[in-house]
């Protein structure tokens, strides 16, 4: 659906995207990660068709965005950080104006309701937009970005401004976008890009440092591939029942950290996933499992990691510990 081949651009003498090639598949819902002035945006400009590239080249759904524009951008619905709305406009009015901008086909009231819906505005419909909460009109601008049923989706901070209720809201609603639209989406919440997105590409100065599923950067930069079970029992009985499950190097206890339970540190065996034995042998025991935690780094603990300590992608690869021969399978 998205192909970038060796794009850069150039602003004067600074070069703000140096060489970036990547895919994205029909379907994909990808995380676009960076500090501020990666390039993400700029990138994101690029897809678009809002800004022109210096060199390389960009196609969507197979047109290329500097020959054939019009089409690239009839397939593309984007939300920038800051929504270019009318203030003055009613709500269902610059809906209106998007959907002839757009020269959407569809019935025209009918496709705004349903959009109006899926976002939940359509009790505003009626309303200034200048008189709409920060968050309201968020939701204004991700509609404008729906309106013509778009197969890609490029999103940059969609939940700017909205309150945790509203930002659940708008997860979900990128997850079940995510089922037919293919999704970039770049925030700076990343708790947000892990709960929606499979796949994470990170920037750094203008370069794409990592490309993969957060599960897998955690598992490369994370020497620690313990767990920590947190059981309501007998600490010395415990102690000696987790050793003998199957995959398990060592248990060590860390105390009473909640009334009533002990929680377990437990170190598995290279390349083990112990957690669903352990879960059997407690439950085996007639003993109740609280909880079960990684010990993994977290995507954020990636991303600062990452960023801080790798310029560029073959840093960032001796960094994640991939060897010659996995680069040139990848490749």
């Known amino acids: 659906m998205i192909e970038v081949s060796g794009l850069s651009k150039r602003y004067g003498n600074h070069l703000a995207v140096n060489d970036v090639s990547f895919s994205v598949k029909k379907g994909e819902v990808i995380g676009f990660l960076g500090p501020n002035g990666a390039g993400k945006s700029t990138i994101m400009n690029i897809l678009t068709g ?82 709409l909460s920060k968050g309201y009109r968020q939701r204004v601008g991700f509609a404008g970005a729906l309106i013509g049923n778009p197969d890609v989706l490029i999103l940059d901070e969609p939940t700017v401004g909205l309150d945790p209720k509203q930002i659940i809201e708008i997860r979900n609603l990128i997850a079940r976008l995510g089922k037919n639209h293919t999704i970039i989406l770049s925030s700076h919440i990343l708790s947000e890009i892990q709960a929606v997105c499979k796949r994470v590409i990170i920037i750094n100065k203008g370069q794409i440092i990592a490309d993969d599923t957060p599960e897998v950067l955690s598992d490369r930069l994370s020497n620690d591939k313990s767990i920590v079970a947190r059981i309501i029992c007998s600490e010395k009985d415990m102690l000696e029942t987790l050793k003998t499950v199957k995959g398990v190097k060592s248990v060590t206890s860390l105390g009473c950290k909640e009334p009533n339970s002990i929680d377990f540190l437990i170190e598995p065996q290279d390349n083990c996933d112990i957690r669903a034995d352990v879960f059997e042998r407690v439950s085996s025991r007639g003993k109740t499992l609280l909880s079960l935690q990684s010990n993994k780094i977290s995507l954020e603990q990636v991303f600062l990691r990452l960023t801080e300590e790798a310029s560029n992608f073959e840093e960032a690869r001796r960094l994640l510990g991939f060897n010659d021969e996995e680069k040139e399978e990848n490749e």
């Open 50 to 131: 809002y800004l022109s590239l210096t060199q390389g080249e960009v196609k969507i759904d197979g047109f290329d965005v500097m020959e054939y524009p019009e089409e690239v951008k009839k397939r593309i619905g984007y939300l920038p950080e800051i929504p270019p709305l009318y203030i003055d406009m009613k709500v269902s009015e610059y809906l209106d104006f998007i959907f002839d901008l757009k020269k959407v086909k569809f019935p025209k009231k009918a496709h705004i309701n349903e959009v109006m819906k899926l976002v939940k505005i359509d009790h505003v419909a009626n309303r200034l937009i200048k008189n």
